[in-house]
DNA sequence: GTCTATATGCAGATAGAC
DNA sequence: GTCTATCTGCATATAGAC
């Protein structure tokens, strides 16, 4: 794997985590990842629709990897998940609220709009799913009822993210972390 | 109010719905609208942060307004708040996932690139949680309670619009509209 | 209030040298 | 693999006629 082709994938995820798809230019990723000009299309010949998809992708991976480090062990769901979503809500207020899952934007933007960074975000969604669902799986859960609540934390964080990067206050995401595990004790 | 301008304001949070800030042109708002193109200016002189800025607070109030009518009665709020969320499945879906919350894509791009719109968003999430907070204070809740129970709330079905809409199913906003009754319930 | 024409800039993308 | 130069098109915004 090329370093520079990595650099410019993880500053394409943090400016689509910022922004959005629309907002980050070309330019703008090469510039801000210190990155030769002439490599992005020698890197992703098939220009913008490609970059992104890639980004979300390798940024669903990533996340959904710190999902399954952070809810290893035996710490009860409820606990753990309560204390991820806590340190979600650090790092957006460490961020300034300009960062915080960078799939929300980009997904909302391309849902019907296009295809293949539709399909990218599709499956970066069911990666960061999985990662909670076979957390409650194996802490006995029955298999639909992890699966309803999986889809149900990961809605509720992203959620929190939104409201706490428009309000510029980690407060809603204090507050999902409270009311998630809650409602998942119960 | 000009019957003009207020088309182009619905035409307006109509695009912001379906892709967001920057892929929405005022060339696209002034064809979608039917709308005589020397108006956009005419109305909005400040350009298309106050159009997007003023978009954005009317849908929220419109958002407001049905989440009230809708909690209106004396349905108890878990009731009352699985049948609302179910309703937002079924138009989710049958706009074949181009539209569900017209705040989320523009709130997310802009919450720390333009302070304006950033604005707008704030204010007009603050309408939606208003709307909940008050039918749960009605229903007896402590103050308290109410305020975090609203937030939840707003922030589950955001989340579960940005899963319906980026997998082309309802299904996780049904899915949604169990878990947060549940979770009143408790 | 609405029109047409246009200024200016940046977007994504490509070509060809090295 | 990386460079520079450049093409084409659309973006927001403005000017001035009617």
Known sequence: MSPTRDQILQTTASLLEKQGCHATGLNEIIRESSTPKGSLYYYFPEGKEQLVSEAVLQAGHTMADRIRAHLA????????IYDFVLRIADNVEASSFAAGSPLTAVAMETATTSPRINAACRAAFDLLIAAFEDKLLASGLEAQRASNLAQFII????????LSRTMHSAEPLRVVARQLSAALAC
Do not use: F, L, S
């Not at 062990?73 to 753990?80: F, H, I, L, N, Y």
């Not at 809605?155 to 939104?162: K, S, Y």
């Open 73 to 80: 062990g035996e710490t009860p769901p409820a606990q753990a």
């Open 155 to 162: 809605a509720a964080i992203e959620g929190g993210v939104i």
